[in-house]
């Protein structure tokens, strides 16, 4: 049996602690802290300046900076939250447990097609403070509607996840390079789990070795300069034949749009 893992260390966060989706298995272990990329290379956030850390007393999950009011993140990191007050980001340092600064989340708004846990795996975040921009923190471009991205792209995903190796530090920022991989031969390899839909986008090596994983979720994968995907799911991480799955931003960037405007109309 395929074993389907959604790329969240959420060990604060209930829902998301060993819960089974089917054949689906939530990536969170109790206790467990956020380790890094699978067979990336250590990174410093003033080149990466977009990403930042999911917290609730922890790193669980990522998250990209959209300007100095929002984050983008995955829906399933921040699915079953309440109260969104209890989530910080930390933005601005290339170490997860200190430096940079913590900004409290003041609400929470799912894409409206969010409707299980790896269809439109978008959630958007508003912080109750603005940032300051600096070189450690700055907006990543986003694709416009009816852009495309070529197979074989070299993209950049980068993160706080897993490593699977115990002879790394679980601290620091770190990035791998990994190819945009064929829609549809991402959904033949992940049929058994109803392929891959228009919301997702596929990356990684035929061979495997790089890939995001477990602590991941809700963070970027850059094409060219831009947004191309969030971290949301795939088969282990870094398997030969199974490429990671994020969610594709060019299906959420209207939506997007409309949520800051919306709000910040409101407000």
Not at 33 to 53: E, H, L
Not at 57 to 82: E, M, P
Not at 156 to 185: C, D, I, M
Not at 195 to 200: D, K, L, T, W, Y
Request: charged residues 20%; glycine residues 12%.
């Amino acid at each position: 049996m395929l074993i389907i893992m959604v790329r969240t260390l959420a060990a604060a966060v209930t829902l998301f602690a060993v819960v089974v989706y089917g054949s689906y298995t939530a990536r969170s272990k109790p206790g467990q802290s956020g380790g890094r990329i699978v067979g990336g290379i250590a990174v410093n956030i003033s080149d990466y300046p977009y990403q930042v850390s999911l917290q609730r007393n922890q790193h669980f999950c990522g998250g990209s900076v959209l300007n100095d009011r929002w984050i983008l993140t995955a829906a399933h990191c921040t699915k079953g939250i309440t109260n969104a007050s209890v989530l910080k980001i930390r933005a601005g340092s290339t170490e997860v447990r200190s430096g940079g600064i913590l900004v409290q989340v003041r609400d929470i708004y799912f894409h409206p097609k969010q409707n299980s846990w790896s269809s439109y795996d978008f959630s958007l975040l508003e912080l109750k403070e603005p940032l300051k921009l600096s070189k450690g923190i700055q907006p990543i471009s986003l694709p416009a509607h009816g852009d495309s991205f070529e197979d074989g792209t070299l993209c950049e995903v980068s993160g706080w996840g897993n490593t699977r190796n115990a002879n790394e530090s679980s601290l620091s920022l770190r990035a791998a390079s990994v190819p945009l991989f064929n829609q549809e031969k991402c959904s033949t390899v992940y049929k058994e789990y109803g392929g891959v839909s228009e919301s997702m986008i596929c990356a990684g090596y035929e061979e495997g070795g790089k890939d995001s994983c477990q602590g991941d979720s809700g963070g970027p994968l850059v094409c060219n300069g831009v947004l191309a995907g969030v971290v949301s799911w795939g088969k282990g991480c870094a398997e030969p034949g199974f490429p990671g799955v994020y969610g594709r931003v060019t299906s959420a960037v209207d939506w997007i749009a409309e949520t800051m405007n919306e709000v910040v109309y409101e407000r």
